[in-house]
DNA sequence: GGCCGTGTTGTTAA
DNA sequence: TTTAACAACACGGC
């Protein structure tokens, strides 16, 4: 579920919770979560302070005082939260580490398990992420290589706002958003998008995103930041999950289908070809 | 009870 | 090469 909005938000509360905080435990409970070597990711988050909470695309980056980070991947459902060390293991935990003087723990929960986890050498993490295809931030990227990276093919504008070379951290509800905000029809080529529309996608990214951002992001069933509370960009959305209802800007009716096998959402009347 | 859909992404196949 | 389907998994809704 969570987008880049999201995936910030988890990361500030991270900052006010964990940073400047020791890990002192692990206790991984599904081992499979961690891709990198078991024994090493456990030796070297084990008695170690997080110095830095960061973001790249939708990856949760903790550096730790050792010179490695962990990288955190939430997925569809993934969740952090800070527990109190004497609260039980629930459904759906699969990783803690105990904190400081072992009161309290930084919980993952994560009921569908896609959530990952890996450890890296901190001056390796952008190498790693390049190296899987992950490209630049939304709020970095200059209009002329966003304009580049979106490519001119017959892939629609949705599946190319999805892929995370293009531009890493947008999802489903955020792709929805930014193309209804620019006033083009998710399944329209990229081909036959012309500089001009090429330029309006790329500032109503960066004004969707800030905006979610300050909203604390989207919640629909399952988003809730590390201090367990919703964002409410919900009441901000204009299409995604509001097919049947009208269209903010002109009243006609929100349509819905499917687009590269995600719910796609978009007005008929304000979005074009 | 079975099928469909769900905010992601890496792999596989066409 | 480019694009789409699928799998990983669990759960709620119809």
Request: include cysteine.
């Amino acid at each position: 579920m969570p987008e880049l909005p999201e995936v910030e938000t988890v990361v500030r509360v991270l900052h006010k919770t964990v940073v400047g905080r020791r890990l002192r435990q692990l206790s991984l409970w599904q081992p499979k979560i961690v891709e990198t070597d078991r024994a090493a990711f456990e030796k070297r988050t084990t008695n170690v302070d997080v110095r830095v909470s960061r973001r790249r695309g939708k990856w949760i980056l903790l550096d730790l005082s050792n010179e490695y980070t962990v990288l955190a991947h939430l997925r569809m459902t993934g969740k952090f939260a800070v527990v109190p060390a004497t609260s039980g293991r629930e459904r759906h935990d699969h990783l803690q580490w105990s904190l400081d003087d072992g009161t309290h723990a930084l919980r993952f929960n994560d009921q569908r398990r896609f959530g990952r986890f890996r450890l890296v050498e901190t001056p390796h993490v952008e190498p790693f992420l390049k190296s899987r295809g992950w490209g630049p931030e939304p709020f970095e990227i200059s209009v002329d290589e966003f304009a580049e990276r979106l490519g001119r093919s017959r892939r629609s504008m949705k599946a190319a706002l999805l892929d995370q070379r293009v531009v890493a951290g947008l999802g489903n509800i955020y792709a929805d958003e930014i193309l209804f905000a620019a006033g083009i029809h998710p399944a329209t080529p990229t081909l036959r998008v012309g500089p001009a529309r090429r330029l309006l996608v790329h500032a109503a990214m960066q004004d969707i995103l800030s905006r979610a951002i300050a909203a604390q992001g989207t919640s629909l069933q399952n988003f809730v930041a590390v201090n367990q509370r919703p964002g409410s960009f919900r009441e901000e959305l204009c299409v995604f999950r509001r097919d049947g209802k009208p269209c903010p800007l002109c009243g006609t009716t929100v349509s819905h289908t499917r687009i590269v096998g995600r719910s796609t959402h978009y007005c008929p009347r304000c979005q074009h070809w």
